[in-house]
């Protein structure tokens, strides 16, 4: 695809429209599957191109977990088939019948689930986003237009290329899915403030991007979250199975919005819990920052700042507390927490209760890993994102978040008095 300079972008956007209309009565689980076909067949080709994405990030001194975010591999594009052959196989999204009553004056009234039309998507560095995002628009009968992150444009070049060249194959509009493919920064603002040519954004990165959407979107807005997670050792954790979760939640795959960031342990097993746990979380490379009843029990850990509590790493980095009970921790979570994913390790019926009851998340764990907080792992076949509003989507987005409804109403020639 040509670049798309700010001028033409609103052609694009009226090629995606155009496109859309032809989604909801054509094969679209065929064409997901010849997408995943074609994702198997240019592997090399896809490889090539993140490899050439890769190299220029490590170039700028980029941390290993945010390079790994935009790495592809061989099980990375095998993942990408996988999912697109797992949302081609889940029921139709669309033309359901949600709900359905008749009048009194014998008026019947049928809500009906509909595409969106035009999706937008803005993103950084995960050019898996680049599939999941337009296997699902396409499964919800919507065209989507993507615009990552210049750090990942060969990729996403490269991925766009495949998905529409299957699309093509499988007699569905090439335009169904679209790149903005530019690193222009100002194409960003011109999509959120293109009212009535786009349905609805997605943001999906850092704070940053999050924060720039929502203050220039002229355009409905799914707002997908940052991650300031934590995980809560209560006074009756299993502490054997504390320390895998606590682990697990931050190590196994630091870079994504999931992962935890702060871990918080009740007083009356810190003690007994800390030193065996931060001494394996330090030798798989975490740096540690905690307060001062932690430090006072672990060697090694530096002093934990204000802005610790409150910042999502995205790196092997973990913020460590001790609190006095459950009270202390879920002020804690209320106050840093940003409303993603919260855990609590616990054999205490009582307190994993009111943890569910009081923490103000989009996913709240009682004896797991946040890592569990996405698409796939709910099976959804993919995500598009995962919400921290309180709209009518709230926490990973599949097929169900992304249609919207419309009311059907049948009569015999009924008017109003």
Same mark, same amino acid.
């Given at each position: ?10 052609? /694009? ?14 094969? =679209? ?16 080709? /896809?490889?090539?191109?993140?490899? =050439? ?79 999941? +995002? ?6 919800? %009968? ?186 202390? +921790? ?6 840093? %927490? ?8 616990? =054999? ?46 709230? %926490? ?22």
């Amino acid at each position: 695809m040509p670049a798309t300079p700010t001028s033409s972008l609103a052609d /694009l956007l009226a090629r995606a429209r155009q496109a859309s209309r032809a989604l909801p009565d054509a094969d =679209r689980d065929a064409a997901l599957r010849a997408i995943a076909e074609a994702l198997e067949a240019d592997g090399e080709a /896809l490889l090539a191109a993140n490899a =050439r994405d890769v190299a220029a990030e490590r170039a700028r001194g980029t941390p290993d977990s945010r390079v790994d975010r935009l790495t592809l591999d061989a099980g990375r594009i095998a993942a990408m088939a996988a999912a697109c052959r797992q949302v081609a196989a889940l029921p139709d999204p669309l033309d359901r019948v949600l709900d359905g009553w008749r009048l009194p004056n014998g008026l019947r009234v049928r809500k009906v689930s509909v595409p969106f039309g035009v999706l937008g998507m803005i993103y950084e560095s995960r050019p898996n986003v680049t599939v999941d +995002a337009g296997a699902l628009a396409l499964k919800a %009968g919507s065209a989507v237009v993507l615009r990552g992150s210049s750090n990942a444009l060969n990729s996403n070049r490269a991925l766009v290329a495949t998905m529409r060249r299957a699309l093509g194959g499988a007699g569905l509009p090439q335009d169904a899915v679209q790149l903005i493919d530019s690193p222009d920064r100002a194409l960003v603002t011109e999509l959120l403030t293109a009212h009535g040519a786009v349905d609805l954004v997605i943001p999906r990165g850092g704070a940053g991007l999050i924060r720039h959407v929502v203050e220039h979107a002229r355009v409905p807005v799914i707002e997908t979250g940052v991650g300031n997670c934590h995980v809560y050792v209560h006074a009756q954790a299993d502490l054997g199975a504390a320390e895998a979760i606590a682990f697990n939640a931050k190590v196994q795959r630091p870079g994504v919005c999931n992962a935890a960031e702060t871990l918080l342990v009740d007083a009356s097993v810190a003690e007994a819990f800390l030193p065996k746990a931060l001494a394996r979380l330090a030798a798989a490379g975490v740096e540690l920052v905690g307060c001062e009843r932690t430090r006072a029990l672990v060697d090694g850990v530096r002093p934990a700042t204000e802005q610790d509590w409150a910042t999502e790493f995205l790196d092997l980095k973990l913020a460590v507390r001790v609190v006095d009970g459950l009270d202390q +921790a879920l002020e804690h979570i209320g106050r840093y %927490g940003t409303q993603h994913s919260e855990a609590i390790v616990t =054999r205490d019926l009582g307190a994993a209760e009111r943890f569910r009851r009081e923490v103000d998340a989009a996913a709240v764990y009682v004896n797991a890993s946040t890592r569990f907080t996405d698409g796939f792992e709910f099976g959804f076949g993919a995500e598009i994102g995962i919400s921290t509003q309180k709209m009518h989507a709230r %926490g990973p987005m599949g097929l169900a978040q992304i249609v919207t409804h419309k009311y059907l109403i049948d009569g015999e020639g009924q008017i109003r008095s």
